[in-house]
């Protein structure tokens, strides 16, 4: 069954520099998507993303934070300059066009920023 | 309250024992999913719900949806040593333009004692 993959599974940075973190979604999928989830607490949504921009971005997603889709299949989040707070798990998602279908989650990217 | 509350925070139980998990919302959806991490690691989807389906079984998941209440529950049945995770409901907006809004609630932690 496809599913949806996440590189790298954890990334320790020092404050202050650039992340990348890299999601190949699902290759039929067109919308894609990106979670965070600080330990402990509930998962956020950041940003969604189809038809190469961004759909929907939430107040965390700020000027810190950009994604792209370099090429056919994938689909990135970028950091500019990581806060201790940007400390948390990753997840990518994404989905197939259709009105009720779910968002398939990969297994996530812990980053830690010290 | 937050879109997506779920009740209890957290639940202990004996292995055989049936869990039960709510979870209450207070906007319009489309469909109601439910989701499983264990510690640590990345979202499972376990089971949608559409906004016009009552209840829906999958194996042990028993999940029903009162759209009027504005609630969802999941029961896990006969539960098991390796049930043990955090459940979360997570509610599903699709607006005009097609673009989907999943909204996650803050999680039910389940132990299942062996």
């Known amino acids: 069954e496809p599913e949806v993959t996440q590189t790298p599974s954890h990334q320790v940075t020092q404050m202050g520099q650039e992340v990348i973190l890299r999601c190949v979604p699902i290759?039929?999928?067109?919308?894609f998507y990106w979670y965070r989830q600080i330990l402990g607490q509930k998962v956020e949504f950041l940003v969604s993303?189809?038809?190469?921009?961004?759909?929907?971005k939430s107040e965390i997603f700020d000027d810190q934070f950009s994604v792209e889709r370099p090429d056919g299949s994938n689909f990135t989040l970028k950091i500019r300059s990581t806060k201790l707070e940007d400390s948390a798990m990753y997840f990518c998602?994404?989905?197939?066009?259709?009105?009720?279908?779910?968002?398939?989650f990969g297994p996530g990217t812990r980053l830690l920023v010290l | 309250s937050q879109q997506g509350e779920e009740d209890p925070q957290a639940l202990s139980i004996q292995e055989g024992e049936n869990a039960t998990m709510n979870c209450s919302y207070k906007?319009?959806?489309?469909?109601l999913q439910w989701y499983r991490q264990n510690s640590g690691r990345g979202l499972v989807h376990l089971i949608l719900?559409?906004?016009?389906?009552r209840e829906k079984h999958s194996g042990r998941l028993r999940v029903t949806l009162d759209t009027s209440k504005k609630s969802s529950s999941l029961l896990i049945t006969a539960s098991r040593a390796a049930d043990t995770a955090s459940y979360f409901c997570?509610?599903?907006?699709?607006?005009?333009?097609?673009?989907?809004?999943?909204?996650f609630g803050t999680g039910t932690k389940l132990q299942v004692i062996p």
């Open positions: 998602a994404s989905r197939p066009k259709g009105f009720l279908e779910t968002q398939y």
């Open positions: 290759s039929n999928h067109l919308y």
């Open positions: 993303f189809y038809n190469n921009e961004i759909s929907e």
């Open positions: 906007t319009s959806i489309n469909n």
């Open positions: 719900i559409r906004s016009n389906e």
């Open positions: 997570a509610t599903c907006l699709m607006n005009s333009g097609g673009y989907q809004k999943v909204t």
